[in-house]
């Protein structure tokens, strides 16, 4: 046991690399894409500290070259559930008891891992995988999961020196235990960040984990289990299983010992675990914690007022970077009438200058989304889209998937602000404008609030600080994280804590202690010191 009161390095943001011609960092990742490109990984499952094999695979292929395979991953049957859960379990018996400062040794060690010797091979992974350029990688798989690391590790011990008032007759303890149980982290394509921190928040405050990574990730996330691996996480702590999705949650959620679900993806899916474990409530032996960040439908507003250079450079880094598969990407824009026209020829300018195709040609701003399905999807949103009078495709407006699944950045033009694509999740590289007079800004925010039902990220553009302020009230509800004068992606861990409300999910900040501190279960203790001997009180007396 540790005896003293320990500070942690103070958390810093891991600056983001150039990866520009002729820098060390351009070379090395190029040559890691090339070795993972050109190889096979097979990729077991992780459980008890021990690598899986079933023999039952599937394959992996990055999304912009999708007849390449890179690799194999192996499915789960029930019993590695089961054996997930029984080993989880069994590791918390020692897990729990770890004094902080030994937990977060681990934790600081897996972030140098990823800010040094595995940065090139993480970010490699994950533009293979996910089909993100080098500069999307690195502001994700190593800049935010190094912060996530970094700076949980001083959010928990924040957390910890949080103590109630004491007196001199007594002595008042807060003890933040983890919880009683296992926990289920199930985590997104999108974030190779997010999938090695929702199980690494969750183990770092002394928890225990089975999780299951988005069969698209699964490539990245090999990398994150060798960096836990070698940071020392041990054997049971946090376990890996890929695979049914049904099959696994729906092994998971039947256990007793079920204690938390922390979970980011699709509004519907995590609505339906919702659903399952409330029907499942009088089988735990403690009510489940549940923290989820899902969809959204993301807005820019702007007014007129605003610089039309800047709201088209908020459109176009805001709804294509990463080909829009950021659940805060820009999907509906609001733009004054009075500086549409600059704002349509600056962001056609823009998009004409797009390069599209593999990462590994780091000319290219945008590559592919992610698999068939959210193809398919897109592309029969944009055709529905051509063939609706109420709609214009002014720029884009192509796909093609027979190399790799890539969608052309497209704008559409509605006269509809109820029409789909201004009120549903596309997650791809498609933006819909709507353009409102000049005067009706105040009806413009009513539509922007009452149109979706999500409630993520938005952004208000504007010089008139009386129409910022009108907009950050009007918009109170329907943006957990707000922006103004910016586009409305791009939170940094530390700076600006991520979740939203409504569809958007619990709004338990990412990147924040308030996240962290859903995965405790406070004790009070209280110690007298000089215990009373007689029931009688004062009040009594003759």
């Known amino acids: ?13 891991e600056p983001v690399k150039s990866y520009a011609p002729g820098s060390p960092e351009r070379k090395a990742v190029l040559e890691a894409y090339d070795t993972y490109f050109n190889s096979k ?20 292929s990055p999304p912009h070259d999708h007849k390449h395979i890179v690799g194999t991953y192996h499915l789960a049957e029930k019993k590695h559930v089961d054996e997930a859960i029984a080993t989880a379990l069994e ?7 770890m004094p902080w400062e030994q937990r977060a040794g681990i934790f600081l060690k897996a972030a140098e891992l990823v800010a040094g010797p595995y940065r090139a091979k993480i970010n490699a992974a994950t533009m293979i995988a996910q089909s993100k350029t080098v500069h999307q990688a690195e502001i994700d798989s190593a800049c935010e999961l190094v912060d996530f690391l970094r700076f949980n590790v001083q959010y928990m011990t924040d957390i910890y020196h949080d103590q109630p008032e004491s007196t001199s007759d007594a002595w008042n303890r807060l003890e933040y235990r983890p919880l009683e149980g296992f926990t289920y982290a199930v985590t997104p394509f999108n974030f190779t960040a997010i999938a090695g921190n929702l199980p690494a928040c969750m183990a770092l405050m002394g928890n ?48 007793p010992d079920f204690s938390g679900l922390h979970f980011t993806g699709s509004t519907y899916v995590f609505k339906e675990l919702w659903k399952q474990i409330g029907n499942n409530i009088h089988n735990y ?102 063939a609706d009078a109420k709609v214009e495709v002014i720029a884009g407006g192509n796909y093609d998937k027979s190399k790799g699944y890539f969608i052309e950045p497209t704008v559409l033009l509605t ?26 800004y105040s009806e413009t925010l009513k539509l922007v609030d009452q149109t979706s039902d999500y409630a993520l990220t938005g952004a208000i553009i504007s010089k008139d600080r009386y129409a910022i302020t009108e907009a950050t009230e009007a918009l109170q509800n329907c943006a957990g994280n707000f ?28 990147g924040s202690a308030l996240n962290l501190l859903r995965w405790v279960s406070p004790r009070m203790i209280k110690e007298t010191f000089v215990t009373p001997i007689d029931y009688r009180y004062p009040f009594l007396g003759e």
């Open 91 to 97: 590791a918390r018996k020692k897990w729990s008891l």
């Open 208 to 255: 225990v984990v089975v999780w299951k990574p988005s069969d698209s990730q699964i490539f990245s996330a090999k990398v994150i289990m060798d960096i836990f691996e070698e940071a020392g996480v041990p054997a049971g702590v946090i376990n890996v299983v890929f695979g049914d999705p049904k099959m696994i949650t729906d092994t998971v959620l039947a256990s």
């Open 285 to 386: 032996k403690t009510y489940p914690k549940i923290v989820g960040e899902t969809g959204g439908k993301d807005f820019i507003v702007a007014h007129k007022t605003a610089d039309a250079k800047q709201v088209a450079t908020a459109i176009v880094r805001g709804a294509f970077e990463f080909q829009g598969q950021k659940c805060s990407a820009a999907s509906r824009a609001y733009i004054a009438k009075g500086i549409w026209d600059d704002v349509k020829k600056f962001v056609i300018e823009d998009l004409k200058s797009f390069k599209q195709g593999s990462p590994a040609d780091t000319n290219n701003f945008v590559t592919a989304v992610i698999h068939e399905g959210s193809f398919d999807k897109l592309a029969k949103y944009i055709d529905e889209a051509k």
């Open 41 to 60: 990984t097979d990729v077991p499952m992780y459980i008890n500290g021990k690598d899986v094999t079933t023999g039952n695979t599937r394959t992996m």
């Open 415 to 440: 006269t509809d602000p109820k029409y789909k694509t201004m009120s549903e999740e596309l997650f791809g590289p498609v933006i819909t404008i709507y353009v409102y007079e000049d005067d009706k």
């Open 483 to 510: 922006y103004i004068n910016d586009k409305p992606t791009g939170a940094v861990v530390g700076q600006q804590p991520f979740g939203g409300a409504r569809g958007s999910g619990t709004n338990d900040k990412a």
């Open 1 to 13: 046991m540790g005896k003293g009161f320990f500070n942690v390095p103070i958390a810093v943001n």
